[in-house]
């Protein structure tokens, strides 16, 4: 099997910004299966705050001793570090939707967030200065799935606070039964059923991303003329320009979501490597106007208000 690296930019040709989209494929990666050993699971719940670099959310992680920028991503299998220096590690090469990347190993030896510690944990190397150039920010890394997993993880775009509960610490009927919505993993993302205009699709939830995505094959089915234009910028820097779609009705489980853009992407690739269907990515524009908890053990999506 091919090793498939879902790494996307859009660039705005209108407004002349640019918007990141980050899902970290992890078949036949360089080999970083080991779990990361916790010194200290921290308290039941903890609180991280954040900034926002565009719709990114930047958290500050202490790697080796020292702080640093990452982004939360729920697209990322665990933690990836930016680099470009691969003289010293195993590398491999990554394809992506479109272009390629080189991909390497790396053991971190002390890393701690939200109140954990861990030591000896693995991650990927990965040249992320696009992100940097786009948020004018030094971004040490990503963190992903596995610092998530066993938690729950709460959101709060307007105090710009991120909550940990771990999952075996949370009281028994924690969540009203109708503001609830099951997901299922694409490997480590979670994905969900939406109603489209009426029909339905699977998304992925993709905390890293700027914005909404769908696959380009449902303009025919939705009948909607595209109202913009943007540039998809793949891992290798090359662009291609690609139509977005403003949907005014999209449905999650009971509740009827505001109309949001999605930039028409062919998903085909990712669909055809893991044998599963993906319909698009909610990012940022859902969950800056959706206060919501992911339950990464329950495999459950919460409408906090």
């Known amino acids: 099997m091919r090793s498939i690296l879902f790494f996307l930019m859009l660039m705005s040709q209108v407004a002349f910004s640019q918007n990141g989209v980050a899902f970290l494929g992890t078949s036949d990666m360089v080999d970083t299966e080991k779990e990361a050993n916790i010194i200290d699971k921290g308290p039941a719940i903890s609180y991280a705050s954040f900034d926002l670099a565009g719709g990114m959310i930047l958290v500050e992680a202490r790697i080796n001793g020292e702080s640093a920028n990452f982004v939360l991503d729920t697209g990322a299998p665990g933690l990836v570090i930016n680099s470009n220096d691969f003289s010293k590690v195993e590398t491999t090469t990554v394809d992506g939707i479109q272009g390629n990347a080189t991909v390497g190993a790396v053991e971190v030896d002390h890393f701690k967030w ?16 696009c992100f940097e150039k786009m948020t004018g920010k030094a971004i040490e890394g990503l963190i992903g799935y596995e610092f998530l997993k066993g938690k729950e993880l709460h959101i709060d775009y307007k105090q710009k606070v991120i909550r940990l509960m771990r999952t075996e610490k949370m009281p028994a009927n924690f969540r009203k039964a109708e503001d609830i919505v099951s997901f ?26 700027e914005v909404n995505i769908i696959h380009s094959r449902w303009q025919k089915k939705l009948k909607i003329s595209a109202t913009d234009k943007g540039e998809l910028v793949g891992v290798d820097g090359a662009g291609k320009v690609v139509e977005s779609i403003r949907i005014k009705s999209t449905v999650l489980g009971n509740r009827s979501l505001e109309e949001m853009k999605f930039f028409m992407v062919d998903l085909t690739t990712i669909e055809k490597e893991y044998g599963m269907r993906l319909d698009g990515i909610l990012g940022f524009p859902f969950f800056s106007t959706n206060e919501v908890a992911l339950n990464f053990e329950d495999q459950k999506l919460s409408f906090c208000k």
């Open 114 to 129: 939200a109140g954990v510690e861990y030591k000896q944990v693995d991650a990927q190397l990965m040249d992320m200065s």
């Open 184 to 209: 299922s993993y694409l490997e480590h993302l979670p994905i969900v059923k939406m109603k489209v205009n009426g029909k339905l699709g699977y998304f992925g939830l993709d905390t890293g991303s």
